[in-house]
């Protein structure tokens, strides 16, 4: 039997079609409903040793960070990892969705998936290089998303691994990070001391986007003070970022700011703080910007309208799967200049299961 693949056409609209403040109408983030960590081998964990806390220098226009530093005690991920799975927002899942007698009920949500993922599909109206691949199961009411690997994706990240200059760029930002957070609020970072690439912190974000409402997991690169853990929503967040000393002012605009921003947008951040580094792998300087005022910065794309493509892509994926069964696996994928994206079923024996055996053990205990 043939499968129907579906096309969905981006639309991407003149520039004064909307202004920022429909984002604000569109989105909302309404709670942050939890909070969990990976230990410093990636291990799901709930505890609080492992939450860092920004420190920002009291000269901010002169710093000396080298970014080249190592520690015969550091953990690194291993620089090809291909593995796809969706596995610790689905473990806080089966741990905090209960009702009020602490039986498991389904998610209050049309959607699950990580951070990353809304992200990248905010940014393909206006990507010219990463393809997309998005798995998708609907059961119980909710429909789970996972990002998987196009073939192009596979070989862009070996051919990245390969690459010693781009292998380093990508390390320098974790070690970035290491300057600048401590496991105390107000402590000094020591950057003398081993670091974890796995080590983190994720909130749990419960929001609505037009009619869609979501729950998606979103590393935290810091927390301000002691007690944010327990007022996570009014918590003034900060994402980290690394970048080039005098950066081309375009490329910088239209190709960086967009995905700080859908990044930070969608997990509540309130400023990204960044360091300016030269080749070397020196950070000579930090500069922290309110994420409120990167979209007046934007140069090529437009805050609201990446906002409202992912609206349309989820109402997209709703449209396809509607009349998917709980065995059903779906595909949604996007190449870079095209200007369809794709939906379809994937025929019986594919390998994008991407259900834990204990998860699917745990939605056979809901009621139906």
Known sequence: METKTNKYTLEIEDDDEYDLSDV?????????????????????????????????????SRVNFDL??????????PQVEMKESIDSILRWVTENCKDEEGKPKRPEADFVCYRGLLYRVMCVPYENKESLKICAIRTKGTTYLCQFFTEQNRTDKLAQAENADLAKFTKWGHVFEHYMVSDE???QPDPSQPMSEYEELNCVYRSQLGPHSLVYGAEIDGLSKKDDLQNLFNARLMELKTCRENPNPYSFSKYKLIKWWAQSILA???????????????????????????????KGWSAPKSMVFLKDFLNFVKHVMRDATETDIFEFVWYPGDMNYSGQKLPSGNECNFFPVWFQEWLASLPN
Not at 68 to 77: F, M, Q, S
Request: charge should be positive; charged fraction near 35%; aromatic fraction near 10%.
């Open 268 to 298: 509540k951040i309130d400023s990204v703080v960044v360091g300016y580094r030269n080749d070397e792998g020196c950070v000579r300087s930090l500069e922290a910007m309110k994420v409120k005022d990167i979209p007046k910065k934007a």
């Open 68 to 77: 080249k530093r190592l520690h015969n005690d550091d953990i690194w991920k």
């Open 185 to 187: 609020p107000g402590k």
């Open 24 to 60: 604000d109408e569109l989105f909302k983030v309404q709670d942050v409903v939890g909070w969990y960590n990976k230990d410093l081998h990636g291990n799901y964990c709930v505890d609080e040793k492992h939450a860092k806390y920004v420190y920002l220098p009291a000269n901010m």
